[in-house]
């Protein structure tokens, strides 16, 4: 019988605002059937969406400022305090405080996404909290996104660059696979040292978001059309959802149970 395989978190990320800057964590608790923890709290309208938050449904991500399309997003650098609900914002020569909980506080950086790129807006932005059991994932089921990053180095191969494995902007980031090793481990579980339990439930189909460089804003490679020159298909990475909670740490091992 073949050994299944030990994989290692070698790095954990959270994207508090959609198409905003990632942020590194050293733990992270995930609750069973919950999202990855601060991840996609907010998005910004672009234009009426049709969101309703008090019967939320889940809405294609063109609805909202994204990096598929906004590469300028890529150029700012933000940081989300979860206790004051305070985004920091630095980019555009401009810097600024926004408390996401207030109306006031939310004005404040709609008014200066008004300045920073007007030539991308459809009409007025405007910030949207995600409620209890919601999130603005790109998928209706993207509760939890793992990269291998073995596959992040076959992408750079392909286009003959390096890539920063946060164009992929997962939030576990794990070593010890065979590239794209992850993409024939849907339907297995795989389970933490604090019992955590995560069920991997479909590929990750990969957008021209990737092609923004995150330190940059720049697009500069193509990368869902070297996959799907070298591989006949676009996906790198796969979601999994929480079926028990526990916490994990950067470099725990997580095996595979079923």
């Not at 009409?123 to 073995?150: C, H, K, M, W």
């Not at 990969?206 to 720049?218: F, H, L, Y």
């Amino acid at each position: 019988m073949a050994q299944r395989p030990t994989l290692h978190l070698s790095a954990l990320y959270r994207y508090p605002v959609k198409g905003f800057s990632p942020e590194a964590l050293d733990a992270a608790s995930l609750e069973t059937s919950g999202y990855f923890p601060g991840d996609r709290l907010y998005a910004i309208e672009n234009g009426p969406s049709g969101f309703n938050a008090v019967a939320p449904r889940h809405l294609p991500k063109i609805k909202y400022l994204m990096l598929m399309r906004d590469e300028a997003l890529a150029q700012l650098r933000t940081r989300y305090d979860d206790a004051t609900a305070t985004l920091h914002v630095e980019g555009g020569g401009e810097r600024l405080c926004a408390d996401l909980s207030t109306v006031q506080g939310r004005a404040v950086l709609e008014d200066f996404l008004r300045r920073f790129m007007p030539g991308a807006l459809r009409g007025e932005p405007r910030v949207l909290t995600a409620p209890e059991q919601y999130r603005f994932t790109d998928s209706r089921t993207g509760f939890v996104s793992l990269i291998n990053l073995a596959s992040v180095g076959a992408v750079e191969a392909m286009v003959g660059r390096p890539v920063d494995p946060l164009r992929f902007r997962g939030n576990l980031f794990v070593t010890g696979l065979e590239p794209w090793a992850e993409l024939g481990m849907v339907g297995a579980v795989l389970e933490g040292p604090d019992g955590l339990r995560l069920r991997l439930t479909k590929r990750t189909e990969r957008c021209a978001a990737t092609n923004v460089d995150p330190a940059t804003g720049e697009r500069d490679v193509e990368i869902p059309w070297s996959l799907d020159r070298h591989l006949g298909h676009r996906d790198c990475g796969v979601y999994a959802e929480v079926v028990a909670g526990g916490t994990l740490r950067v470099g725990d091992a997580l095996t595979m149970t079923g």
